[in-house]
């Protein structure tokens, strides 16, 4: 049996409703005071907004270096190609009706059309494995800041500790995910795993098993692994707190605590990677609001802040959209 494509309009139905939990989320950040709002937007020095730029489109750039790192050599993939592609993904992300997967999909379907027929798996893979080195290393930040401010999480209102709590026991079982995935041939040594494993790959062509190698023969590069997921830890992912504070800064013309801007900024980003919205816009709009403003932050400020940071993250995806203008492979004129 067939799996039948799923249908257009039922596509555009899934788009259009993320799209209104987004809009409903950012609206409920914004409130009811959206002048105050954006006369504090007005009034900030621009210096801001660019320094918020700069660290947003670093961290996108990073991101896809990261991914380079990732591709096995054998796949002969240039550094040139490598960027555009992540680029494209980067504006497929938001701007493609596919959810925050979309810009994966399409890398991969660009990627696997680059390299030899035997290692279109492997090369999917590779965007695969750079998810699960982006997440871990946000799940490892996102436990760093829990502990950071151990003390006061019991001073935060129940919502606020619910979501601290919620996105901890996330990142906690995250990492023991993670663990299992890259151990996960183990586990097929069981007789009755190994059984539903040959079952799947007869009903879909030997993909699983592929991919299940593939991620596995990974293990070999553990130190690949290691440093790109403290990559992500301690330089990517902290990046975007810098993208925060900026406009935060400009925002309260005071510097706000360091502690509690990262640890918004992590548990927002944890937020947006849950698929409820394109590209986390709004989720996590609503929590980092949720937890500045818990912690003290003047509301207005934390709003002007998150709404810079919106618009700032929605023209880098913008910008990745340049990336499909560019030739597919990079031509060095002939002296």
């Given at each position: 049996m067939n799996g039948a494509k799923t249908p257009l309009w039922k596509q555009l139905l899934k788009v259009f409703l993320k799209l209104g939990v987004a809009a409903l989320l950012i609206a409920w950040v914004i409130g009811g005071d959206a002048r105050s709002m954006f006369e504090s937007v007005r009034r900030m020095d621009p210096v801001w907004v660019v320094l918020c730029f700069c660290a947003q489109f670093v961290q996108v750039?990073?991101?896809?270096?990261?991914w380079k790192f990732l591709i096995a050599k054998e796949l002969?993939?240039?550094?040139?190609?490598?960027?555009?592609?992540?680029?494209?993904?980067?504006?497929?992300?938001?701007?493609?009706?596919?959810?925050?997967?979309g810009g994966d999909v399409l890398?991969?379907?660009?990627?696997?059309s680059k390299v030899e027929k035997g290692r279109r798996i492997e090369a999917t893979v590779s965007i695969l494995i750079d998810r699960i080195v982006g997440i871990g290393g946000l799940f490892l930040l996102a436990l760093f800041a829990f502990c950071l401010m151990f003390r006061r999480i019991g001073e935060l209102p129940v919502a606020a500790k619910s979501i601290v709590y919620l996105f901890t026991l996330l990142s906690a079982g995250g990492i023991g995910v993670i663990a299992v995935l890259f151990f996960q041939d183990y586990i097929f040594r069981w007789k009755f795993a190994a059984k539903l494993l040959e079952l799947a790959d007869r009903w879909m062509k030997g993909i699983p098993g592929s991919i299940i190698r593939s991620v596995s023969a990974y293990r070999a590069r553990w130190k690949t692994l290691v440093l790109t997921t403290l990559f992500s830890a301690l330089i990517l992912h902290p990046l975007l707190f810098g993208a925060l504070y900026f406009p935060l800064y400009g925002a309260m013309r005071e510097l706000p605590p360091a502690?509690?801007?990262?640890?918004?900024?992590?548990?927002?980003?944890?937020?947006?990677?849950?698929?409820?919205?394109p590209g986390g816009l709004g989720t996590r709009d609503a929590v980092v609001k949720t937890l500045l403003s818990a912690w003290g932050i003047p509301e207005n400020s934390a709003v002007t802040a998150m709404v810079i940071y919106t618009a700032v993250l929605l023209l880098t995806n913008l910008l990745g959209g340049v990336a499909f203008l560019l030739p597919a492979e990079w031509r060095r004129k002939k002296e």
């Open positions: 750039t990073l991101t896809g270096v990261r002969n993939v240039s550094w040139y190609e490598a960027m555009r592609l992540a680029f494209i993904g980067l504006f497929a992300n938001i701007f493609i009706p596919a959810g925050a997967v890398k991969a379907a660009m990627l696997a502690d509690v801007t990262l640890t918004a900024s992590a548990y927002g980003s944890l937020a947006s990677a849950i698929p409820v919205t």
